[in-house]
């Protein structure tokens, strides 16, 4: 790998000031802990609709199915 082709991102970080690379830093750890958790903005489909949920807005039925929640006749 050729070395003197250097990423013009790096070099954009590198001529930041002191303030901004640790804003960058900051946001860049934020990504990777997100990443690591459950994403919460992952849809499956309801096994009774077939309607994309979001997985926070799905609900286990009794029968162990994800279903969205008017299927599952619960309120929000
Ligand atoms: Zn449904």
């Known amino acids: 790998m050729p070395c003197e082709i250097t990423d013009p991102l ?3 970080v590198l001529s930041l000031p002191e303030e901004e690379l640790l804003d ?3 946001i860049k ?3 990777v802990q997100q990443k690591k958790g459950k994403n919460i903005f992952e849809a499956e489909r309801c ?3 077939g309607e994309l949920t979001f997985v926070n807005k799905l609900r286990l ?6 279903v969205c929640i008017p ?4 309120g929000d």
């Open 61 to 66: 039925t009794t029968e162990g199915k994800l």
């Open 29 to 31: 750890t934020v990504g």
């Open 10 to 12: 790096v070099e954009k």
């Open 47 to 49: 096994e009774h609709c």
């Open 24 to 26: 960058i830093s900051e």
């Open 71 to 74: 299927c599952s006749g619960y």
